[in-house]
């Protein structure tokens, strides 16, 4: 099983040679698909106020607009651009010195003959001194360097699994109560409509004397109350919304609706889940734990690299003096090494053995809390699970005739008001639970996938 973000990866990654030409194709090509992408998308939000789309679609809306998502890729290009810089020699060192511009009569005079020009007439009597240093990098640094750098790719790319991971989690829940209050304000929505025609209805009985004014009364209240339910939904609505627009990089004032045909959970597919198989291996899936594991393995490549610090480098260097000795013209070669008498670059070391140290402890200390979170929600999986299973399939149809039964006897008076308001209270809380319960298994679900780290 891989991720998204596993394999979003694979077309991101260069070796140190290509880096910078992989990571402008890179951009670019993120840059024309989520211009392809915006401009359909504002096609569609141009021509209606309501961009309905399936659970699926806007996922992959989401997966090509989402700004952070965008951002983090670059993460990836910058580390492995330090990987180049990791492989590079330094550069040498020119040095012009001891140049004396001009030469008085009396100088010239101590020559026992005068300095010839360089070539043509310039720099005659004049004297220079030329010296180019090149640094020898010793005990393999440059590649030691350039293998923490490589874990730092590594980091880089969890890193994009672990918010990758944090925002499809965030993402699907939202959607989830989106979906979810869409349905349950359809169930309010139908209850006032309904309640509407039976004020029309009473409205002429109560002017026959039919019926008493407090029945009219009642039903008039009741219609306050469901307004002021589908009115606190509505709130609820707009502000999942303004979520998810954050998350799919959406502006305007349009609508989202998440279409409901993927609500329902199928549940055949979720009781056929191997959760054996991903209990004994979840845990190479999370981006955190491997997260934590590249911190140690990060320290370990530092330390190797610090203790090859301990070694110093060797300069070398060819110097050229003009007029400056004995001879006219001199050519010297030499060496320079630093002596590790004092800094043998202790701190550095323990520094990183430390981190060695302190990496393994949390290493292990997330382990167990991952194991432990998985126990706990495949727990609360199976209960949310169970509970949706215990519903008998056809209960909601069923209780949808049955109320339309009653409100046809309530409107024949063959049941008093009373009766029916005790049935309408019975049906919305019933209505709820058979909601919640579909909500819960999706919110289950995907607390599940982001313990595994994995779709599952």
Do not use: C
Not at 20 to 33: A, D, E, M, P, W
Not at 35 to 54: E, H, M, Y
């Amino acid at each position: 099983m891989k991720s998204f973000a596993t394999m979003e990866l694979k077309g991101i990654k260069t070796n140190g040679e290509n880096v910078q030409g992989n990571g402008r194709i890179f951009s670019k090509i993120t840059f024309l698909l989520f211009i392809g992408f915006s401009s359909t998308l504002l096609s569609q939000v141009r021509q209606t106020d309501t961009l309905k789309l399936s659970r699926q679609h806007y996922e992959e809306l989401f997966l090509k607009q989402n700004l952070l998502l965008l951002a983090e890729t670059y993460k990836i290009n910058q580390a492995e651009a330090m990987v180049l810089q990791a492989k590079l020699w330094p550069n040498p060192n020119l040095t012009i010195e001891e140049v004396n511009l001009w030469a008085t009569d009396k100088q010239l005079s101590y020559l026992d003959e005068p300095l010839p020009q360089v070539f043509g007439n310039v720099a005659q009597n004049t004297q220079f001194a030329v010296q180019l240093e090149q640094q020898i990098v010793t005990a393999r640094k440059r590649k030691k360097q350039m293998d923490v750098e490589k874990v730092g790719v590594k980091v880089a790319e969890q890193e994009f699994e672990e918010l990758l991971r944090n925002l499809k989690y965030e993402f699907r829940n939202t959607l989830t109560e989106l979906q979810y209050l869409q349905l349950y304000n359809r169930v309010f929505l139908e209850q006032r409509d309904l309640i509407r025609n039976l004020l029309n209805a009473y409205k002429r009985q109560l002017e026959n004397d039919h019926i008493s004014k407090g029945e009219y009364m009642r039903l008039q209240t009741l219609q306050l109350e469901v307004s002021k339910e589908i009115n606190e939904l509505s709130k609820a609505k707009n502000d999942a919304e303004k979520e998810l627009k954050v998350l799919l990089s959406i502006t305007g004032p349009a609508s989202l609706f998440v279409l409901e045909e993927d609500f329902t959970p199928n549940l055949q597919n979720l009781q056929n889940l191997d959760m054996l198989n991903l209990e004994q291996d979840f845990l190479r899936y999370r981006p955190d734990v491997k997260l934590a594991e590249l911190e140690n393995e990060y320290f370990k490549s530092l330390l190797t690299y610090e203790k090859s610090q301990a070694i110093p480098d060797i300069n070398l260097n060819a110097s050229y003096d003009r007029g400056g000795g004995v001879w006219p013209s001199f050519f010297g070669f030499g060496l320079s090494i630093d002596l590790p008498v004092f800094n043998r670059n202790q701190g550095a070391i323990a520094h990183a053995q430390m981190g060695i140290e302190n990496t393994t402890y949390l290493s292990n200390d997330l382990r167990l809390r991952a194991r432990a979170e998985f126990d706990q929600n495949y727990k609360d999986f199976r209960a949310a699970l169970t509970f949706y299973e215990s519903i008998d399939p056809d209960f909601e149809t069923d209780l949808d005739e049955i109320f339309e039964s009653y409100t046809k006897n309530f409107v024949n008076r063959n049941i008093s008001l009373l009766q029916y308001l005790d049935f309408q209270e019975a049906y919305l809380e019933n209505k709820r639970i058979i909601l919640e319960a579909k909500k819960e298994i999706h919110l289950q679900l995907e607390r599940l996938q982001y313990t595994v780290g994995t779709e599952i």
